[in-house]
Protein backbone atom coordinates (compact mmCIF):
# COMPACT_ATOMS: atom_id res chain seq x y z
CA UNK A 1 0.00 0.00 0.00
CA UNK A 2 1.19 3.93 -0.60
CA UNK A 3 1.64 6.12 2.07
CA UNK A 4 1.02 9.42 0.74
CA UNK A 5 1.30 12.56 3.12
CA UNK A 6 -1.40 12.05 5.68
CA UNK A 7 -1.86 16.35 5.48
CA UNK A 8 -2.10 16.12 1.35
CA UNK A 9 -5.34 15.11 -0.27
CA UNK A 10 -5.55 11.86 -2.08
CA UNK A 11 -6.24 11.35 -5.78
CA UNK A 12 -8.58 8.92 -7.07
CA UNK A 13 -10.62 8.00 -4.13
CA UNK A 14 -13.67 5.80 -5.41
CA UNK A 15 -16.11 8.19 -4.08
CA UNK A 16 -20.08 8.63 -5.65
CA UNK A 17 -19.95 11.38 -8.62
CA UNK A 18 -23.12 13.01 -7.45
CA UNK A 19 -24.36 16.06 -5.24
CA UNK A 20 -26.15 16.03 -2.13
CA UNK A 21 -29.37 17.61 -2.09
CA UNK A 22 -32.35 18.34 0.52
CA UNK A 23 -34.49 15.87 -1.37
CA UNK A 24 -32.11 13.51 -0.32
CA UNK A 25 -31.92 14.49 3.22
CA UNK A 26 -35.68 14.32 3.38
CA UNK A 27 -35.54 10.41 1.90
CA UNK A 28 -32.50 10.04 4.35
CA UNK A 29 -35.21 11.63 7.29
CA UNK A 30 -38.16 9.08 5.92
CA UNK A 31 -35.97 6.02 6.10
CA UNK A 32 -34.24 7.04 9.96
CA UNK A 33 -37.62 7.63 10.96
CA UNK A 34 -38.59 4.20 10.76
CA UNK A 35 -35.83 3.27 12.56
CA UNK A 36 -34.63 5.33 15.33
CA UNK A 37 -36.54 7.54 17.71
CA UNK A 38 -35.50 11.65 17.63
CA UNK A 39 -32.62 12.54 20.00
CA UNK A 40 -34.11 14.95 22.78
CA UNK A 41 -33.87 19.03 22.29
CA UNK A 42 -33.43 20.43 25.39
CA UNK A 43 -32.94 24.08 26.68
CA UNK A 44 -29.89 24.60 28.50
CA UNK A 45 -29.79 28.18 30.83
CA UNK A 46 -26.00 29.93 30.12
CA UNK A 47 -23.87 30.71 33.20
CA UNK A 48 -23.75 34.19 31.79
CA UNK A 49 -27.55 34.59 30.86
CA UNK A 50 -30.13 33.38 28.40
CA UNK A 51 -29.83 29.73 26.84
CA UNK A 52 -29.91 27.62 24.21
CA UNK A 53 -31.68 24.27 22.80
CA UNK A 54 -29.20 21.71 22.73
CA UNK A 55 -29.93 18.54 20.01
CA UNK A 56 -28.50 15.33 22.07
CA UNK A 57 -27.04 13.29 19.23
CA UNK A 58 -24.97 11.72 22.04
CA UNK A 59 -27.78 9.69 22.80
CA UNK A 60 -27.84 7.53 19.86
CA UNK A 61 -27.44 4.11 19.56
CA UNK A 62 -23.21 4.05 18.70
CA UNK A 63 -23.15 7.83 20.88
CA UNK A 64 -22.79 9.86 18.20
CA UNK A 65 -24.77 11.57 14.74
CA UNK A 66 -22.71 9.00 12.64
CA UNK A 67 -24.91 6.15 12.50
CA UNK A 68 -27.60 8.83 10.23
CA UNK A 69 -25.45 9.23 7.28
CA UNK A 70 -24.05 5.45 7.59
CA UNK A 71 -27.74 4.25 7.81
CA UNK A 72 -28.81 6.71 4.44
CA UNK A 73 -25.67 5.42 2.88
CA UNK A 74 -25.62 1.49 3.08
CA UNK A 75 -29.53 0.90 3.25
CA UNK A 76 -29.53 2.66 -0.35
CA UNK A 77 -26.31 0.00 -1.67
CA UNK A 78 -27.25 -2.73 -4.26
CA UNK A 79 -27.60 -6.13 -3.55
CA UNK A 80 -23.94 -6.50 -5.75
CA UNK A 81 -22.84 -3.83 -3.58
CA UNK A 82 -23.51 -5.15 -0.60
CA UNK A 83 -22.22 -8.48 -1.33
CA UNK A 84 -19.01 -6.73 -2.34
CA UNK A 85 -18.63 -5.02 1.70
CA UNK A 86 -17.91 -1.51 2.90
CA UNK A 87 -14.83 0.03 4.20
CA UNK A 88 -15.19 3.17 6.33
CA UNK A 89 -11.80 5.57 7.92
CA UNK A 90 -12.81 6.89 11.14
CA UNK A 91 -12.01 7.99 14.52
CA UNK A 92 -14.62 6.10 16.24
CA UNK A 93 -18.05 7.52 15.95
CA UNK A 94 -18.26 6.75 12.06
CA UNK A 95 -16.43 3.70 12.36
CA UNK A 96 -19.39 2.65 15.21
CA UNK A 97 -22.62 3.99 12.67
CA UNK A 98 -20.93 2.14 9.51
CA UNK A 99 -20.37 -1.10 11.43
CA UNK A 100 -23.61 -0.78 13.26
CA UNK A 101 -25.49 -0.50 10.17
CA UNK A 102 -23.50 -2.81 8.38
CA UNK A 103 -24.78 -5.81 10.76
CA UNK A 104 -28.33 -4.65 10.39
CA UNK A 105 -28.02 -5.23 6.82
CA UNK A 106 -25.80 -8.02 6.88
CA UNK A 107 -22.61 -6.25 5.28
CA UNK A 108 -18.78 -6.87 5.72
CA UNK A 109 -17.31 -3.48 6.97
CA UNK A 110 -13.66 -2.91 7.71
CA UNK A 111 -12.55 0.41 9.11
CA UNK A 112 -9.35 2.19 8.97
CA UNK A 113 -9.06 3.57 12.24
CA UNK A 114 -6.03 5.62 13.81
CA UNK A 115 -4.31 3.21 16.24
CA UNK A 116 -4.36 5.97 18.78
CA UNK A 117 -8.34 6.05 18.67
CA UNK A 118 -9.25 5.94 22.23
CA UNK A 119 -9.79 2.57 23.44
CA UNK A 120 -13.53 2.28 24.04
CA UNK A 121 -14.21 3.35 19.98
CA UNK A 122 -11.77 0.45 19.26
CA UNK A 123 -13.21 -1.69 21.28
CA UNK A 124 -17.21 -0.70 20.55
CA UNK A 125 -16.30 -0.62 16.82
CA UNK A 126 -14.96 -4.25 17.17
CA UNK A 127 -17.71 -5.56 19.16
CA UNK A 128 -20.16 -4.20 16.31
CA UNK A 129 -18.51 -7.02 13.99
CA UNK A 130 -16.34 -4.62 11.84
CA UNK A 131 -12.53 -5.80 11.25
CA UNK A 132 -10.03 -2.87 11.89
CA UNK A 133 -7.32 -1.67 9.95
CA UNK A 134 -5.18 0.74 12.41
CA UNK A 135 -2.44 3.51 10.92
CA UNK A 136 -0.70 6.30 12.37
CA UNK A 137 -2.60 8.97 12.03
CA UNK A 138 0.69 11.93 11.87
CA UNK A 139 2.87 9.49 9.35
CA UNK A 140 0.18 7.80 6.84
CA UNK A 141 -3.12 8.67 4.92
CA UNK A 142 -5.84 6.90 5.76
CA UNK A 143 -7.74 7.53 2.73
CA UNK A 144 -4.73 6.68 0.80
CA UNK A 145 -5.20 3.27 2.53
CA UNK A 146 -8.91 3.14 2.19
CA UNK A 147 -8.18 3.34 -1.44
CA UNK A 148 -5.63 0.69 -1.79
CA UNK A 149 -8.31 -1.38 0.20
CA UNK A 150 -10.91 -0.58 -2.10
CA UNK A 151 -9.21 -1.53 -5.16
CA UNK A 152 -7.48 -4.92 -3.78
CA UNK A 153 -11.38 -5.65 -2.73
CA UNK A 154 -13.45 -3.75 -4.92
CA UNK A 155 -15.49 -2.89 -1.51
CA UNK A 156 -17.60 0.08 -1.96
CA UNK A 157 -16.06 2.96 0.64
CA UNK A 158 -17.81 4.87 3.01
CA UNK A 159 -16.16 8.08 3.80
CA UNK A 160 -16.71 9.96 6.54
CA UNK A 161 -17.58 13.50 5.38
CA UNK A 162 -16.56 13.36 1.66
CA UNK A 163 -20.12 11.19 0.49
CA UNK A 164 -22.96 12.68 -0.47
CA UNK A 165 -25.37 9.95 1.16
CA UNK A 166 -23.27 10.54 4.56
CA UNK A 167 -23.70 14.27 4.20
CA UNK A 168 -27.57 13.56 3.42
CA UNK A 169 -27.57 11.04 6.27
CA UNK A 170 -26.23 13.42 8.99
CA UNK A 171 -28.73 16.74 7.92
CA UNK A 172 -31.65 14.21 9.39
CA UNK A 173 -30.65 15.94 12.30
CA UNK A 174 -31.83 19.69 11.08
CA UNK A 175 -34.67 18.30 10.11
CA UNK A 176 -35.52 16.90 13.62
CA UNK A 177 -34.59 20.18 15.05
CA UNK A 178 -36.43 22.06 13.03
CA UNK A 179 -39.69 19.46 13.47
CA UNK A 180 -39.12 20.00 17.18
CA UNK A 181 -39.11 23.40 17.60
CA UNK A 182 -42.15 23.83 15.17
CA UNK A 183 -43.65 20.99 17.30
CA UNK A 184 -43.34 23.24 20.75
CA UNK A 185 -44.03 26.51 18.93
CA UNK A 186 -40.52 27.99 18.91
CA UNK A 187 -40.32 28.49 15.22
CA UNK A 188 -37.71 27.79 13.14
CA UNK A 189 -33.73 27.70 14.20
CA UNK A 190 -31.79 30.74 13.32
CA UNK A 191 -28.44 29.34 14.04
CA UNK A 192 -27.16 25.94 14.32
CA UNK A 193 -23.87 25.29 16.15
CA UNK A 194 -22.03 21.86 15.06
CA UNK A 195 -18.78 20.14 15.65
CA UNK A 196 -16.66 19.99 12.38
CA UNK A 197 -14.40 17.95 11.17
CA UNK A 198 -14.12 17.59 7.77
CA UNK A 199 -17.62 19.40 7.61
CA UNK A 200 -20.29 16.36 6.84
CA UNK A 201 -22.69 17.63 9.36
CA UNK A 202 -22.13 21.31 9.07
CA UNK A 203 -23.12 20.99 4.91
CA UNK A 204 -25.80 18.57 5.76
CA UNK A 205 -27.37 21.04 8.05
CA UNK A 206 -26.90 23.18 5.86
CA UNK A 207 -29.02 21.53 3.31
CA UNK A 208 -32.18 20.46 6.20
CA UNK A 209 -31.91 24.19 7.51
CA UNK A 210 -30.97 26.59 4.06
CA UNK A 211 -32.49 29.40 6.20
CA UNK A 212 -30.87 29.02 9.61
CA UNK A 213 -27.02 30.00 9.87
CA UNK A 214 -24.80 27.10 10.37
CA UNK A 215 -21.56 27.51 11.98
CA UNK A 216 -19.03 24.79 11.94
CA UNK A 217 -16.57 24.59 15.01
CA UNK A 218 -13.40 23.40 15.10
CA UNK A 219 -10.93 22.80 17.62
CA UNK A 220 -7.53 25.15 17.78
CA UNK A 221 -4.77 24.19 14.91
CA UNK A 222 -7.02 21.69 13.26
CA UNK A 223 -8.86 24.31 11.56
CA UNK A 224 -8.50 23.76 8.26
CA UNK A 225 -12.49 24.32 7.50
CA UNK A 226 -12.24 27.44 9.50
CA UNK A 227 -9.51 28.86 7.37
CA UNK A 228 -10.80 27.31 4.02
CA UNK A 229 -13.84 29.31 4.06
CA UNK A 230 -12.05 32.23 4.54
CA UNK A 231 -9.71 32.03 1.56
CA UNK A 232 -12.71 30.69 -0.55
CA UNK A 233 -10.53 27.95 -1.55
CA UNK A 234 -9.79 24.33 0.40
CA UNK A 235 -7.13 24.26 2.43
CA UNK A 236 -4.77 21.33 3.94
CA UNK A 237 -4.15 21.18 7.65
CA UNK A 238 -0.37 22.18 8.87
CA UNK A 239 1.95 19.71 8.98
CA UNK A 240 2.56 19.75 13.05
CA UNK A 241 -1.07 20.58 14.30
CA UNK A 242 -0.49 20.65 18.06
CA UNK A 243 -2.33 17.57 19.84
CA UNK A 244 -6.24 17.85 20.75
CA UNK A 245 -8.36 15.58 22.99
CA UNK A 246 -10.76 16.04 19.95
CA UNK A 247 -10.12 12.67 18.02
CA UNK A 248 -13.44 13.16 16.47
CA UNK A 249 -12.39 16.40 14.88
CA UNK A 250 -9.18 15.41 13.77
CA UNK A 251 -9.46 15.49 9.96
CA UNK A 252 -6.75 16.63 7.19
CA UNK A 253 -8.39 18.50 4.57
CA UNK A 254 -12.37 19.00 3.57
CA UNK A 255 -13.50 17.49 0.15
CA UNK A 256 -15.06 19.77 -2.68
CA UNK A 257 -18.39 18.09 -2.10
CA UNK A 258 -18.55 19.08 1.44
CA UNK A 259 -16.96 22.46 1.07
CA UNK A 260 -19.21 23.23 -2.29
CA UNK A 261 -22.12 23.39 0.03
CA UNK A 262 -20.75 25.36 2.94
CA UNK A 263 -19.11 27.88 0.69
CA UNK A 264 -22.75 27.83 -0.58
CA UNK A 265 -23.92 28.63 2.64
CA UNK A 266 -21.53 31.37 3.55
CA UNK A 267 -20.46 30.16 6.50
CA UNK A 268 -17.88 31.51 8.96
CA UNK A 269 -15.90 29.37 10.94
CA UNK A 270 -14.67 29.55 14.91
CA UNK A 271 -11.85 27.80 16.77
CA UNK A 272 -11.99 26.88 20.22
CA UNK A 273 -9.38 26.05 22.95
CA UNK A 274 -8.31 22.91 24.50
CA UNK A 275 -9.39 24.46 28.01
CA UNK A 276 -12.95 25.84 26.69
CA UNK A 277 -14.18 22.68 25.39
CA UNK A 278 -13.27 20.66 29.21
CA UNK A 279 -15.65 23.75 30.54
CA UNK A 280 -18.51 22.54 28.26
CA UNK A 281 -17.78 19.26 28.92
CA UNK A 282 -18.19 20.06 32.46
CA UNK A 283 -21.61 22.24 32.20
CA UNK A 284 -23.52 19.62 29.52
CA UNK A 285 -22.64 17.10 32.92
CA UNK A 286 -23.56 19.46 35.71
CA UNK A 287 -26.75 21.10 34.10
CA UNK A 288 -27.79 18.00 31.39
CA UNK A 289 -26.33 15.11 33.26
CA UNK A 290 -24.76 14.00 29.98
CA UNK A 291 -21.41 12.47 29.14
CA UNK A 292 -20.16 14.93 26.02
CA UNK A 293 -16.64 13.60 24.71
CA UNK A 294 -14.40 16.72 23.99
CA UNK A 295 -15.16 16.86 19.96
CA UNK A 296 -18.81 16.84 20.74
CA UNK A 297 -18.29 19.59 23.03
CA UNK A 298 -16.62 21.53 20.69
CA UNK A 299 -20.08 23.99 19.75
CA UNK A 300 -21.58 24.21 23.02
CA UNK A 301 -17.61 25.31 24.18
CA UNK A 302 -17.99 28.43 21.39
CA UNK A 303 -21.31 29.66 23.15
CA UNK A 304 -19.98 29.31 26.35
CA UNK A 305 -16.51 31.92 25.02
CA UNK A 306 -18.91 34.25 23.86
CA UNK A 307 -17.11 33.31 20.07
CA UNK A 308 -20.70 32.54 18.83
CA UNK A 309 -23.66 34.94 19.78
CA UNK A 310 -26.91 33.20 20.68
CA UNK A 311 -30.65 33.95 20.19
CA UNK A 312 -34.23 31.86 20.99
CA UNK A 313 -33.56 30.44 17.60
CA UNK A 314 -29.70 29.17 18.39
CA UNK A 315 -29.58 25.40 18.57
CA UNK A 316 -26.38 23.65 19.56
CA UNK A 317 -25.64 20.13 18.73
CA UNK A 318 -23.66 17.82 21.25
CA UNK A 319 -22.60 15.22 18.73
CA UNK A 320 -21.21 12.54 20.69
CA UNK A 321 -20.55 11.00 23.55
CA UNK A 322 -18.01 8.40 22.94
CA UNK A 323 -15.44 9.52 26.02
CA UNK A 324 -13.02 7.33 27.42
CA UNK A 325 -14.10 7.17 31.56
CA UNK A 326 -10.70 7.82 32.78
CA UNK A 327 -9.87 10.89 30.22
CA UNK A 328 -13.91 11.95 31.44
CA UNK A 329 -13.00 11.53 35.19
CA UNK A 330 -9.79 14.19 34.99
CA UNK A 331 -11.94 16.61 32.96
CA UNK A 332 -14.70 16.84 35.70
CA UNK A 333 -11.91 17.05 38.49
CA UNK A 334 -10.69 19.99 36.56
CA UNK A 335 -10.69 23.44 37.07
CA UNK A 336 -9.59 25.47 33.86
Same mark, same amino acid.
Given at each position: ??? $??????????? +?????????????????????? @???? +??????? !?????????????????????????? +???????????????????????????????? *???????????????????????????????????????????????????????????????? /? &???????????????? *??????????????????????? $?? !??????? $????????????????? !????? @?? @??????? /?? @?????????????? &??? &??????????????????????????? *????? !????? &???????????????????????????????
Amino acid at each position: MTN $PSPHEPTDQLP +LPEREPTREGVLRADAKIGQLL @PETP +LVELDLP !AGGSVLCKVESLQPVGAFKIRGAWHR +LSDLSERERARGVIAVSSGNHAQGVAWAAARL *GIAATIVMPSNAPEVKLAATRALGADIVLYDRMRESRDAIARDICNERGAVLVHAYGDPWVIEG /Q &GTAGIEIARQMSARGL *GSPTRIVCPCGGGGLASGLALAC $PD !AQIVPVE $PEGWDDVTRSLAAGRIL !ALGSA @PP @PTACDAL /QT @PYTFPVNFAVMAAH &GMV &GVTVSEAEIRRAQRLAFARLRLVIEPG *GAAAL !AAILA &GKVPHDHGTVVVLSGGNVDPAAFAQVLVGSD
